[in-house]
DNA sequence: AACGAAACCTGCGCGC
DNA sequence: TGCGCGCAGGTTTCGT
């Protein structure tokens, strides 16, 4: 569920909570979220102060003394700021700072991922090596070269964070929406200016998205407590059988490359 | 190389 | 009430 505007709201609450925070000790609960020795990773990040929180794409990226250590929440990760309360059945990670403070990291389904890397190297290293730029720093040629040959769906393009970043399955829905193009066409099948016509509506949805704090669909509590309020702009995600805001035809729902899909069949072709 | 499918997990809502 | 099943979804890994 976290895409970019989710992550850049959490993002911001964290840094707004724990900048300048020095970490004390860490536990780990779920060992198989580091890609490193359980030890090393606690030894490694003990005594280092977070100075800055960054984000790339869907990822957040802790800023320390040495190390980055850069985070994806996948589709259920959350934080929560707490003093010495007993840990919850979902808490994976918890960091103790010197204040006494303690983040947790929350994670139902244990998909998140957690890895530290020294500060000259995370940008050349996994998982950010290969990602691609997000929508309002890519180049409309650049991203036109990499779809134009692909015999894949659009949306399932849109999907891959090497061709573009921040999208996941809510905002590309909405994105097609606002570009009236169908998640069917193919990558190659799609002119320049269409191309820019995603980028351009990728955009504007994930500027609107931020600034409404994202979009919080499940009813249980969100990273930190914030709700965001995006889920009211939607215009076709989790709409189907309601009409369309443009044309008033039903929004249907489909399946596209396993992905719950909505579209208006009759403004997106 | 490029694509598809399964795997990683758990909770929820459904039909029976 | 309880059970099994499909579904949800971001990304990696494995298979074709």
């Known amino acids: 569920m976290p895409e970019l505007p989710e992550v850049e709201t959490v993002r911001r609450t964290l840094k707004a909570h724990i900048l300048n925070e020095t970490i004390t000790s860490v536990e780990l609960f779920y060992p198989k979220m580091i890609h490193m020795n359980e030890d090393q990773f606690k030894e490694k990040l003990k005594g280092q102060t977070v100075h800055d929180i960054k984000r790339m794409g869907k990822y957040l ?3 320390l003394d040495e190390d980055a250590l850069i985070i994806h929440l996948r589709m ?9 309360e007993e840990k919850d059945k979902h808490e994976h990670v918890i960091m103790t700072f010197k204040s006494g403070r303690t983040l947790r990291y929350h994670d139902v389904r244990k998909f998140g991922t957690f890895d530290l890397l020294p500060l000259d190297q995370y940008m050349d290293k996994a998982p950010l090596n290969k990602l691609a730029r997000e ?6 040629h650049t991203f036109y070269d ?5 015999n894949l769906e659009i949306k399932p393009c849109l999907l891959d964070q090497t061709i573009i970043s921040g999208l996941g399955n809510i905002y590309v829905d909405e994105t097609l929406f606002h570009a009236r193009i169908h998640p069917l066409r193919k ?7 269409e191309a820019k016509r995603i980028l351009d509506a990728a955009e504007k949805v994930l500027d609107e998205a931020v600034l409404l704090g994202g979009t919080t669909i499940r009813s249980y509590t969100s990273s930190l407590g914030v709700h965001g309020r995006f889920q009211l702009k939607l215009q076709v995600h989790m709409k189907k059988d309601e009409p369309c805001p443009i044309c008033q035809t039903k929004i249907i729902k489909m399946k596209v490359k396993g992905r719950g899909t909505y579209v208006c069949p009759n403004c997106q072709d």
Not at 135 to 140: G, T, Y
Not at 187 to 193: A, M, R, T, V, W
């Open 61 to 63: 990226i802790f800023v």
């Open 76 to 84: 259920e990760g959350k934080f929560f700021i707490k003093e010495n």
């Open 135 to 140: 929508p309002k720093d890519l180049d409309l």
């Open 146 to 150: 990499k779809i134009k040959h692909k």
């Open 187 to 193: 990558g190659k099948d799609i002119q320049i200016e």
